[in-house]
């Protein structure tokens, strides 16, 4: 029976290198990932004693003592700097180029065949200078390097190379051929564990006057010098591969017809296969670390592009890919297996150490040096108002804000009471200080008085947290008898021959020069019982407009506002209300500040029903104005139309003739006066609190003729003036009751 030797048990005999070095690439999408599962705690000490780093360093290399990183200077000269335990940075001169050696051994060079190897532990000690092509041959370059070994791709005939390992040690000095003869094209050390490194060859394979050229995976016994052993071939390797090896695993890239895979062989289990989408191709393997491979397309140091390291469990065959950093830049390989990325983790920006996690596969990640920047968007400061006043439409409410990144921003405003929303984008791009307007509509409609909640969010273009802040304010108006939905604007009421009534919003201004509907809604069916339908005002209370109706049979009912645009259960309020001809609601007649009701009956008496703020009982007992009242077809109680102590009314006469009755404050009238001729052309006048938002209520007239608001001027011999509006057009017909 074969036992599972875990990663973990191998504790610092295990070493995992790989020989991507301070590499960069192009943002690339990483395929989707689960989220990361619950991991272990990171900083603790380590961290909080974190030393500083520049921005722009990429890690080389890692060792016992310290750790190689590779900047540009402020001429963009490349700088290599050995950064020691205590903070201090040691300048390695002579050279632009370092090599990942997961010890303390620095190996340098500037891209030619000379090599120097520095051994940081002996400070003392002279660096050792290693000119490859008089060691080797001309064109001899190095592929890999573990502690103070160089494995040396040397050429020979025929355009084939052979892999030597060279170890400058004084005395002990050793130049070893890892390779036979065979025609290989080129070498490639990507990893370490132990005494083994894992190879990648390429070979050209001849017959006759064709060739093919086969990748395959070698491991090689460096301790001991032994030859090449040939592990397997693989499909295609991609360009500058990279891989991993520990006792369990062995990792690498391969290139696929459908795309690009990151192959993993385990020890007594099938190979697990990770797909990288048509956008993954430039995934590099970092390391594995216990059971988790790591890999990622690396970004910029710099930068703030989105470039995440990402985490697979190889042991569970079903687990998925999860991010572990935000981004990352360069990764090196320790002494004890560890891996040093340079990234970010929770938008701290600096150098991290990945090694095996004690209470499960997610690698314990530990800061070990900082840049000092963050990459979260915080909320420095904001200009939000707490009370909004939408009285006046066409002023844009202004929301404002202070953030310490630019940042796509935006805000969502959310109406306590009814779950309506609106979002307000920033400016298209991204910035320091966005502003947000808005006009007051939700929808395409005025937005509802009351409690509102304010969400405000900015979204980095690159990695780091979103900025997010929230409040509450209250939209206010002046209340309109007319308002069924609590927005301020009149509503209209209108009911068609299958009897469902609807309720059209209309704007609190003009639209292209003309007063309209924002949107209708079937407030529902059944109306055709009724035979007056009537806007009777705030006569219960609540904030919001209520109606009366009085069916076939004479019961007068009362539906109770709702404020959302409908209305409660109807409430029986008494019976006989057959005998009134004319009834007309939603005026304070009294001055009392209560809406109350006037209705003529077949005898032409007028008699007042004065509001009494009760659901159940809502008008107290009539009381007599006065006959003669036989005369007019339509009344319409149309408020405060001239400046008097009440509301008032306007009655049309058989012959066309409208008249203006001024409320003296006392439920009753002052002597009428003639407005004009011709309202016979309209089927239904209603008085429609204040449509044009001046502070006076006005008048709607319906017709077939067609459909006008009928603005009030406040002045008793010529108190309307008509205004054209899309309200009912082309529906002069539809409709068999408006109010």
């Known amino acids: 029976m074969k036992h599972r030797i875990s990663g973990r048990r191998l504790a610092a005999a295990v070493l995992t290198l790989s020989t991507v070095t301070a590499v960069t690439g192009t943002l690339v999408t990483v395929p989707a990932v689960a989220a990361v599962p619950a991991a272990t705690a990171a900083a603790g000490a380590e961290a909080a004693d974190a030393a500083t780093l520049p921005v722009d360093a990429d890690v080389v290399s890692v060792g016992d003592t310290g750790y190689l990183t590779s900047r540009k200077d402020a001429d963009g000269k490349t700088v ?119 190879v990648l060859v390429t070979t050209r394979y001849e017959s006759g006057v064709t060739f093919r050229n086969q990748d395959s995976l070698a491991l090689v016994d460096f301790v001991h010098g032994t030859p090449l052993q040939h592990e397997r071939d693989t499909g295609k390797l991609v360009t500058d591969a990279s891989g991993a090896l520990t006792h369990d695993y062995i990792a690498r890239v391969e290139a696929r017809a459908e795309g690009n895979r990151i192959i993993v062989d385990r020890a007594g289990k099938l190979p697990k296969e990770i797909r990288l989408d048509s956008h993954s191709q430039k995934a590099v393997i970092v390391g594995i670390v216990g059971d988790v491979l790591l890999y990622g397309v690396p970004g910029e140091a710099a930068g703030d592009a989105v470039n995440p390291l990402y985490a697979v469990d190889l042991y569970k065959s079903d687990a998925q890919p999860y991010e572990l950093l935000e981004r990352f830049s360069s990764v090196a390989h320790a002494p004890d297996g560890a891996v040093h990325v340079r990234g970010v983790e929770n938008d701290v920006d600096g150098l991290y150490r990945l090694f095996d996690g004690v209470q499960g596969s997610v690698p314990v990640v530990t800061e070990v040096a900082s840049t000092g920047r963050n990459f979260a968007v915080t909320v420095v400061g904001s200009k939000v108002p707490t009370t909004v006043d939408l009285q006046q ?33 920033g400016p298209e791009d991204r910035s320091t200080n966005p502003v947000m307007e808005w006009d007051g ?133 008494g019976g006989g209300w057959q005998n009134y001809r004319q009834i007309t609601a939603g005026s304070d007649l009294d001055g009392d500040g209560r809406a109350d009701l006037v209705a003529s009956d077949a005898s032409g008496v007028l008699w007042f029903y004065k509001g009494t703020g009760d659901t159940v009982q809502p008008y107290a007992k009539r009381v007599r104005v006065g006959g003669g009242w036989q005369q007019y077809n339509q009344l319409t109680a149309v408020g405060n139309i001239a400046g008097s102590a009440a509301g008032d009314l ?80 082309s529906e002069g017909a539809t409709f068999n009751s408006v109010a």
């Open 650 to 729: 306007v009655a049309r006469g058989t012959d066309g003739v409208l008249w203006l009755y001024q409320g003296n404050g006392r439920g009753n009238f002052t002597a009428r006066v003639r407005i004009g001729g011709g309202w016979n052309a309209f089927t239904q006048l209603v008085g429609a609190g204040d449509i044009t938002n001046d502070g006076r209520p006005d008048l709607v007239a319906y017709g077939a003729g067609g459909t006008y608001v009928y603005r009030s001027t406040g002045t008793v011999s010529a108190p309307f003036q008509r205004l054209t509006t899309g309200l009912y057009a």
């Open 80 to 198: 290599l700097e050995w950064r020691k335990a205590d903070g201090s940075a040691e300048p390695v001169g002579g050279a632009t180029v370092g090599h990942d050696s997961a010890s303390d051994f620095v190996v340098t060079g500037e891209g030619g065949s000379t090599i120097t190897v520095r051994d940081m532990t002996a400070p003392a000690a002279p660096p050792v200078t290693v000119d490859l092509a008089t060691e080797f041959a001309a064109g001899a370059k190095l592929v890999g390097v573990i502690g103070r070994d160089l494995f040396v791709q040397v050429p020979r005939a025929g355009n084939y190379h052979d892999l030597w390992l060279y170890t400058p040690n004084g005395e002990q000095t050793r130049k070893v051929q890892l390779s036979g003869y065979g025609n290989h094209l080129s070498f490639k050390v990507v990893a370490s564990a132990g005494n083994k490194a894992l």
């Open 441 to 573: 509509t939700i929808d395409g409609t005025s937005a509802p008085n009351g409690a509102y909640t304010w969400q405000f969010v900015a979204i980095p273009g690159g990695i780091g947290s979103a900025a997010r802040a929230s409040g509450t304010f209250q939209v206010t108006r002046q209340a309109n008898p007319h308002d069924y939905n609590d927005n301020g604007s009149t509503d209209l009421l209108a009911r068609d021959s299958s009897g469902t009534l609807w309720r059209d919003d209309l704007f609190d201004g003009p639209v292209d020069g003309q007063y309209k509907s924002a949107g209708r809604t079937a407030v529902g069916g059944g109306w055709q019982t009724y035979k007056h339908i009537e806007a009777a005002g705030n006569i219960a209370g609540t904030p919001n407009g209520d109606l009366v109706a009085v069916d076939n049979a004479g019961s007068l009912y009362h539906y109770l506002g709702k404020g959302d645009g409908s209305f409660g259960k109807r409430v029986l309020v």
């Open 393 to 425: 439409p066409g002023t844009p409410v202004r929301w404002e804000w202070t953030i310490s990144r630019s940042a796509f921003a935006m805000v969502t405003l959310t109406h306590v009471a009814t779950g309506r929303t609106i979002t307000l984008p």
